[in-house]
């Protein structure tokens, strides 16, 4: 089984316009409402990959019940702790003429001691050996930075897997205590670092320095760019399938969930790997954070080659 856990979820909103213009009205051609936060893209992306899944976070008001019926319709299992405030909601404005997007992200919820109780417990209870647990995303207010670290402990000690999806402390925190894998994108794992990231062998060094904080596998997603994978001793490049990219948030969130698809049905990193790059272009190629239909995702893979460093 695969679970994933968001802590900060939101609705996403997507409105397109022809330019984007500052200081001026901006009329949407149109609209598009998405079931967000990082977690639940992974779980979109593996429900459109036929793949069972159960999604875990925090979800409350009416927004959170919007949220949840959304994602039962896109074939999610969903088990939910309830909070006393409301879900966040987070805005994209997308240009459909030069390709250029604002995204807005609301800062959430502040959540409370008995509400983060309440979902530690859960996940304790759900923990069984061979499972994977995808965490992802940031933190509300009131959770503290150690969580995800607390969590992959407990994972652990459990006999299941995590892949970690995060960003700053909670990251660092979170590495300290053995992941299977984590996958910042380059930025992220700059700053996790302090190191550069402008050319290939510095992100390799940057690799190796992560690893050398506790993390047995690792995937940096650079975009556009290669996408690189270690695992300590082995480490792969892997290309970017051409696309006409429509809107590259949530992508990285597809790549966590065809790497984790692939990992669940037995394939070795290496050979999820490339799955996961496909998601990840699949999900870029779609309007919103939509996610792929896997025919297309089969048809992007052919593209993607991936060669030993």
């Known amino acids: 089984m695969i679970f994933t856990v968001t802590l900060n979820p939101a609705l996403d909103k997507e409105y397109t316009v022809t330019n984007l213009k500052m200081d001026e009205v901006l009329r949407a051609s149109s609209i598009k409402i998405d079931y967000g936060g990082k977690g639940f893209n992974v779980s979109r992306m593996l429900a459109s990959l036929e793949a069972e899944n159960v999604a875990i976070g925090f979800l409350g008001g009416a927004t959170g019940e919007l949220m949840q019926v959304g994602l039962s319709l896109n074939g999610v299992e969903t088990d939910m702790v309830w909070t006393s405030s409301e879900t966040r909601t987070n805005v994209s404005i997308v240009s459909n003429s030069d390709k250029h997007h604002i995204k807005i992200n609301e800062p959430g919820p502040a959540v409370s001691r008995d509400e983060i109780s309440n979902l530690m417990k859960k996940i304790e209870a759900l923990i069984q050996p061979g499972d994977w647990w995808v965490l992802a995303g940031s933190l509300p207010k009131g959770v503290y930075h150690g969580i995800y670290r607390q969590m992959i402990m ?41 190191m550069q990231a402008d050319t290939s062998e510095q992100i390799i060094d940057l690799v190796s320095s992560i690893h050398d904080i506790g993390v047995e596998n690792i995937i940096i997603s650079a975009g556009e760019r290669k996408s690189l994978l270690s695992d300590g001793k082995n480490r792969w490049f892997g290309s970017t399938p051409n696309i006409d990219e429509k809107n590259p948030i949530g992508a990285g969130d597809a790549m966590v969930a065809g790497l984790v698809w692939r990992l669940d049905k037995g394939d070795s990193l290496r050979n999820a790997f490339p799955w996961g790059i496909a998601c990840g272009a699949a999900a870029a190629s779609q309007p919103g954070t939509g996610m792929a239909s896997q025919s297309r995702i089969e048809h992007l893979i052919q593209e993607i080659k991936v060669e030993k460093v």
Do not use: R
């Open 154 to 194: 407990m994972i652990n000690k459990g006999g299941a897997k995590t892949i970690l999806d995060t960003s700053g402390q909670p990251l660092m925190l979170g590495c300290q205590a053995n992941p299977f894998l984590v996958k910042p994108n380059i930025y992220e794992a700059a700053q996790l670092t302090g």
